[in-house]
Every structure is written in structure tokens, then in C-alpha cells.
């Protein structure tokens, strides 16, 4: 039990080599109540978008969830019943799904043949963010795929007789729906002044004859509804007008530009009068404002508004930018609403906030909506996430054989408008060979004291006294260096923090690693910045007593420069491999992990890149990456943070196919699954004695390969893998009730 006390020691193996594949895993996480957070390793949540698509053509709504802070799509296959919620996560689906598109993604059904396609922003080097579409259609595996076909979406703008794009700012989320009931898919969206109107393109599919299937807008009224927003204060009121002939607190006149008019916008009838009504909220408002909406003389006229929507329930109350998403969630024919915070999609200076969803349940009465608020937490209470951004490290913390997490977040911003910036402490309680982890300090080593951004810590003996010390960077640049008072096989001690150590500072988000890079016996300081360079400052003194300067030996080591291909904020994480070959596996913005090499004896030399994505590991922006024997097989797992504040592992643990079932434990809840063979698509686990605990289900390859996964609720006596995607072949399922394992082959027929 005395393996994990040295983690940045040089490991003696190969991260990547054929003993040491990683492939990626899931872990059980526990609440401080000792719940099973079901959706532990999905990476986090902070400003969640949320529409439906039947991902596998089971006659299911499944749900996308796409990330704006993380820049990614999440699949969650629907496996409820009616008036059930209950969903899996369905990674396998992900890669439908152009991951890395900023800012929005809402699928769509816009040529009616009862398949989703797409509407999100495309984006590349050499194009600007614009508008796009893609048409869905399924393969010969009834898997949904998409075909792209619009890179930037344009209108016909009659006054000035021109096609020009259609423009959705940054943070904000148009209307994308038949806004006049003909069939076919329009969009509404705020104007790029600051006038506050909403400009309607009308899609003229149907008026020209080609149904629902086209896409051809034409800019039909820069006024939707004949009002505007109140730009005067920050508010989601509106200003209307109540006639087709003027529009409301008509700013055209006024000579000075106002508060700006972006805001986000989403449709539905709530009244059930046949005409559609809106919603619109804004960045720094915590409510919704619904516009109740008539036609006169065909044109939207906005006659009523409640501000604090829904007034004859509980009001729509996030920290900041609630949006609302009409859904069938609960799988009884009624559309509800999900209400996600978008705060986050205003980049860097954006919060994740406690409670990022809000459910609320219609059931309708004599046509008239009738939402009622149903929970505060969904998904995301059953996260892993600390905030915005995640910096694991491991250690062993309390001294008890089995390595913890501790994760730095960039910043949290709570529902009470409390910040905190601070290393989170998840203390592994299961076992040596099954880590399970739960949260234990929200402010680990009181780093919150410094009053500090985006702590990124990492742990290391740089006195030589056989205990891990702590340094952490911050957003500043600066350094802080806690010495653990207590000696080996102890549980960590420090003192209080202080700030500037050494009076070391380099550019913005310092990421530092203490590692022995120029061989010579002692640690020497590595520290990545925001500008996507590597600082590298040579220890001129001892194992036990280090001496670096403040200013680095070499600012720009490896030559590495991540603004060369757009991307930024270096995350470097060193290691020998078993040749004793230092090699550099470097996070950064972009959420890939770059491998580099040729590193020993060429600290002033140009680093080689060996891989530009190491495993295909994509979760999200600010990929922050970290290594570590999790489970006791004195070989490297890799932990990913991203910018939702979530974690992904990588697990190195050897797998094979059994001959017989393999029973680690008579006492095991879960017994032998059904039917095996399958032809089904679903698979049974039959489970006894309450399952009290919950588990993972695993399914993996002949090659170990992980293909499919399931967390397991306790008390879940009947839980179900859907299994529809797999080829025909031999896997293996593996059980996990982070106490004991069963391992049983699978046949898919």
C-alpha cells in the first residue's frame, strides 16, 4: 500500500507502449452523501444546450446535449418509459456530431421526414463563424449520420436587393422553428445593432413550391412582434407597440446607440392558439421574459409579456442567461421545457453556476400549457465538475495506499453570486484495484485565501524529506509553494499559502510541473502560460535545497508555440517512458493532447511532435492532462480535465475475453445478464440484495477495447445496457460495484 506516495517519480513504463494501451474508462464517484453520481464521467456541464434526436432509429427522442463553454456535443440515449426521465450516457454517438463548433448546435427536423438535422455554427482557419446546416439520414446500421450542406446560411435582403448571411452573435441562440406554421424551418434572431429588434428571415421553401425541403430565407421584418427590447437597463423587458405599423420603443430615431441588443430567443405556442409565442433572456438577467403573440393582418404582434415567466408557477430563476428548450423529456407525448444557464458562452469572462438545468413539466389543460417545476439538477448534479476549466493531480492525501484527486478550477460562480477560485479533494474510498472517489474539501490546502484565479496545482518532493509538496499557478502568472509539514507516509500537512514564490511570473495561467529535465539529479521547474509557451527554470541548486531564479532559463522551451496553429494555453505534463526518454504530453486550448519528444539533452533545441492528437482524446476545450497509477497495476492511467470543469479517465488496466465467468465475489450483487446471446440490442443484469451500492457496467472488445458503458443507480434491481450498436462478435461485460467485479463473455448475434 506504499506504491502511491511518489507520483512524480519517474515511472518505470511506457505510457502508449503495447503493456500500457490506455483506453478510456469510467470510475465511480460518490456525493458527500454517498450517492452514485450516475453521470460522473461525462466531463462536466457549465452552459448546456439541449434538443432531440433519435440517435440509433428506435422510434426514440434521444438527447443531444451540446456545450458551448466545452465546445461539445454529448449523446444520451432516451431509455425511459413513459412519464419516465431516465437517460444513459452514449458516448459511441458523440462522433456524429462536429465536435469543437463554437458557440451553438440545435438539431432540427427542417425538411419533415422525421429525421434530425443540423443547425450549428461552422468554423475553421480559414472561415469565419457562420450559420451552417446539416441534413440527417441514417446508415445501413440505422445509425443517425449527417451530410453537410450549408456552410453559412444566407437571406434576401429585399430593401437593398442583396443575399446576406445570417448573423447570430456570439452569445446568444436564435429561434430555429416554423415560426408561421406553413411547414417549412424559419429563424429569428436579434439584429447586430443596438436598435433591440428581432429580425425574422422566412423560410420560402413552401411559397416556391419545393415543400419543406429548401432552405431559401428571405429577411421578412427586421421587428418581430412589433417591439423592442428595453436596451435602456439591463432587463428582458420589451417595449411594444400593439399595431402592425409601428414597432415598439422604436429606437430608429434616436440619435445615441444604447445598451446592446443581443439576447437569446426560443418559440412556443402557450396559449394554444395556433400562433407561436417567444421567450427571451440576456446575460446578467436571471429570469425569462414570455411574449404572448396574435396575428394582424399577418404579421406578429406581441400583445402581452410576464417577466418573471413562469409567474403562475416558480419563476425561471438562474444565476445569469436562463434559456429555455422545448422538449419531450418525460416521454408522454407533451413538450417541457429545460432551462440551461448560458452564462459560460461568453467566453473567459463567463461563470458556471451550482444549478445549470432547471426541468419543468407541462401538463397541458384545454390547450394552455401548464409548466410546473419538477427539479433543479438535471444531469448536472450528477456530474463531476468543479466549475469552469478542471487541473487534476493525484496524490495520496491522507496517507492510506490509495491515490486521490485534487482539481483546480478556474472559477466557480454560485446560485448565492459567491466566486471562488480553489483545488477541489476527491478521497478515493474503495480499494486498491477499483478507485471510487468522493468529494471530501471543496477548498483543499485553503488555496481560496489567495484570492487567486485558476489554480493549477502539482505535487512533488522538492526538499527531498520523502513527502509531497504542493506548488500551484495562477491566472496572474505568479507561483505558490507549500512545503507538507509532515513526513513520509503522513497525511498531508501544509501551512497557509503565500503568494509570489520566488517572485517567479510569467504570462498569463501559469500551469507548473516540477521534473528533473536537464538529468543532473534534482527537479527543475517547468511552467506553461496562456500565450501557449513553455517557461523552463533550471534548479542551480540541490535535491534538498532548490535555487531558481525569476526569471526563466529558457522562455520558450521546446520552442513550442501554440499560436501558430490558433490554439493556446500550454498544460504540460512531462514523463520518462520505460527507455527513461523524457517525453512532454501537452494540453492546450483546442482540447487535444499533443505527444512531443526529443527532449533530453535539447532544452535549448526544438522538440519533436510525435502525435498532434495522443489516444483521439477530444472532451472539450483547456484539455489539462495528468498521469497516474489509479488502480494498482504499477502502470499509467491518464486523467483530462476540460473547461466544464469535468474529468475524463484513462485506464491502462490489461482486458481479456474469460473462457468461463470469472466470480470474484459470491457476495456480488449483480448476477449472469440475458438473454446471451443477444439479438435484441438491450441487455439485462439482473441484480439481488437491493443493489445498494450501484456499479459500472463495462462492455469491451476481444482487445480490450472499451465500446460501450452504463452507470448502474443503487437500488436499481433491473438495470439495461443498450447494446443496439455493436457488430455481431464475442465482448466481455464487466461489472464494477467499487467494492468487487464479475466479468462475463457476450455474444451479439
Given at each position: ?45 457549465d452552459?448546456?444546450?439541449?434538443s432531440?434526436a433519435?440517435?440509433n ?20 440515449l ?44 461552422y ?7 457562420a ?20 456552410n ?31 411547414g ?18 422566412e ?37 411594444t ?33 395556433g ?8 446575460a ?18 406581441t400583445?402581452n ?23 419531450d ?135 527531498g524529506?520523502?513527502?509531497l ?14 512545503i ?5 507516509n503522513?497525511?498531508f ?8 514564490y ?37 534548479n542551480?541548486?540541490?535535491?534538498a ?16 508555440s ?25 494540453g492546450?486550448?483546442?482540447g487535444?493532447?499533443?505527444?512531443m ?5 535539447n532544452l ?49 488496466r ?38 445498494p ?13 472499451l ?32 467494492q468487487?467485479?464479475?466479468t462475463?463473455k457476450?455474444?451479439?448475434?
Open positions: 500500500m506504499i506504491k502511491h506516495i511518489l507520483y512524480s517519480f519517474c515511472w518505470l513504463f511506457a505510457v502508449g507502449s503495447a503493456s500500457a494501451q490506455l483506453n478510456p474508462a469510467n470510475y465511480l464517484f460518490l456525493s458527500p452523501a454517498a450517492d452514485s453520481l450516475l453521470f460522473a464521467n461525462i466531463g462536466g456541464l452552459a448546456p444546450q439541449y432531440q433519435d440517435f432509429r428506435d422510434g426514440r427522442a434521444d438527447l443531444l446535449v451540446y456545450d458551448r463553454v466545452g465546445r461539445i456535443a454529448l449523446t444520451f432516451n431509455v425511459g418509459l413513459t412519464n419516465e426521465i431516465k437517460y444513459q450516457f452514449a458516448p459511441e454517438y458523440m462522433p456524429i456530431f462536429p465536435q469543437g463548433s463554437p458557440n451553438m448546435m440545435l438539431a432540427r427536423d427542417y425538411n419533415g421526414d422525421n429525421i434530425a438535422d443540423l443547425f450549428y455554427i468554423q475553421s482557419l480559414t472561415a469565419p463563424a450559420l451552417a446546416v446539416m441534413r440527417g439520414s441514417y446508415d445501413a446500421q440505422n445509425r443517425l449520420q449527417f451530410t453537410q450542406i450549408i453559412s446560411v444566407t437571406s434576401f435582403n429585399r430593401l437593398f436587393n442583396l443575399q446576406e448571411e445570417v448573423f447570430i452573435a456570439n452569445p446568444d441562440i436564435p429561434i430555429i422553428d416554423d415560426i408561421d406554421g406553413d417549412d424551418m424559419d429563424i429569428a434572431a436579434f439584429t447586430l445593432d443596438f436598435t433591440g429588434n428581432i429580425m425574422y428571415y423560410n420560402q421553401s413552401v411559397e416556391r413550391g419545393f415543400g419543406a425541403d429548401s432552405l431559401i430565407f428571405e429577411l421578412e421584418s427586421n421587428c418581430l412582434g412589433q417591439f423592442s427590447k428595453n436596451t435602456i437597463s439591463v432587463t428582458n423587458s420589451v417595449i407597440s400593439g399595431r402592425t405599423d409601428s414597432c415598439g420603443g422604436n429606437p430608429f430615431w434616436r440619435s445615441n446607440p444604447r445598451h446592446g441588443a443581443s439576447g437569446s430567443l426560443s418559440c412556443f405556442d402557450f396559449d394554444g392558439d400562433v407561436k409565442d417567444f421567450t427571451i433572456s440576456d446578467g438577467i436571471n429570469a425569462v421574459n414570455e411574449l404572448t403573440n396574435v396575428i394582424i393582418n399577418d404579421t406578429f404582434v400583445i409579456q410576464d417577466t418573471q415567466f413562469p409567474a403562475y408557477n416558480v419563476p425561471i430563476n438562474l444565476f445569469s442567461y436562463p434559456v429555455p428548450y422545448f422538449l423529456i418525460d416521454n408522454n407525448g407533451s413538450k417541457d421545457m429545460l432551462v440551461g444557464n448560458n452564462e459560460g458562452a461568453l467566453g473567459p469572462t463567463g461563470y458556471a453556476t451550482d444549478s445549470s438545468t432547471l426541468v419543468y413539466l407541462n401538463n397541458p389543460t384545454a390547450g394552455l400549457s401548464n409548466f410546473a417545476l419538477h427539479s433543479r439538477d438535471f444531469i448536472h448534479a450528477q456530474t463531476v465538475d468543479v466549475g469552469n476549466e478542471a487541473h487534476p493531480a493525484i496524490a495520496d492525501v491522507n496517507a492510506d495506499g490509495l491515490p486521490d484527486l485534487i482539481v483546480g478550477n478556474r472559477i466557480a460562480m454560485r446560485q448565492n453570486g459567491n466566486r471562488s477560485a480553489s483545488l477541489y479533494l476527491f478521497l478515493n474510498v474503495g480499494t486498491d484495484t477499483s478507485p471510487v472517489f468522493q468529494l471530501a474539501n471543496t477548498n483543499f490546502a485553503n488555496i481560496s485565501s489567495l484570492n487567486k484565479n485558476n489554480p493549477y496545482p502539482h505535487f512533488a518532493d522538492i526538499n524529506d520523502g513527502s509538496d504542493l506548488i500551484v499557478g495562477f491566472e496572474d502568472g505568479t507561483l505558490s509553494l507549500l507538507n509539514q509532515n513526513g513520509a503522513l497525511p500537512l501544509y501551512p497557509n499559502p503565500v503568494a509570489n520566488n517572485s517567479i511570473g510569467v504570462g498569463a495561467s501559469a500551469a507548473p510541473q516540477f521534473f528533473d529535465l536537464d538529468k543532473d539529479g534534482d527537479y527543475d521547474l517547468a511552467v506553461g502560460e496562456n500565450s501557449g509557451t513553455v517557461n523552463y527554470f533550471e542551480t541548486g540541490t535535491a535545497n532548490p535555487i531558481f531564479t525569476n526569471s526563466p532559463t529558457n522562455p520558450f522551451l521546446g520552442q513550442i501554440l499560436n501558430v496553429s490558433g490554439s493556446f494555453r500550454a498544460y504540460p505534463f512531462f514523463q520518462p517512458d520505460s527507455a527513461g526518454n523524457t517525453q512532454l504530453y501537452l492546450n486550448y483546442f487535444n493532447i499533443i505527444k519528444g526529443n527532449i533530453d539533452n535549448s533545441g526544438k522538440f519533436d511532435t510525435l502525435e498532434t492528437n495522443f489516444l483521439n482524446h477530444y472532451s472539450g476545450a483547456y484539455a489539462a492532462v495528468t498521469f497516474g497509477d489509479l488502480d494498482n497495476d504499477s502502470l499509467p492511467d491518464m486523467v483530462v480535465g476540460n473547461s466544464r470543469g469535468g474529468l475524463n479517465f484513462y485506464s491502462s490489461s482486458r481479456s475475453i474469460p473462457i468461463n465467468i470469472i466470480d470474484f465475489s459470491a457476495d456480488l450483487d449483480f448476477r449472469p445478464p440475458f438473454p446471451n446471446p443477444n439479438s435484441t440490442g438491450q441487455l439485462n443484469i439482473p441484480c439481488l440484495l437491493n443493489n451500492n450501484g456499479g459500472v457496467a463495462n462492455v469491451y472488445n476481444t482487445i480490450g477495447q465500446m460501450q458503458t452504463a452507470l448502474i443507480a443503487p437500488y436499481d434491481n433491473n438495470p439495461n445496457i443498450n447494446i443496439q450498436n455493436l457488430q455481431a462478435g464475442v465482448y466481455m461485460l464487466e461489472i464494477d460495484d467499487s468487487t467485479r464479475k462475463y457476450i455474444v451479439v448475434q
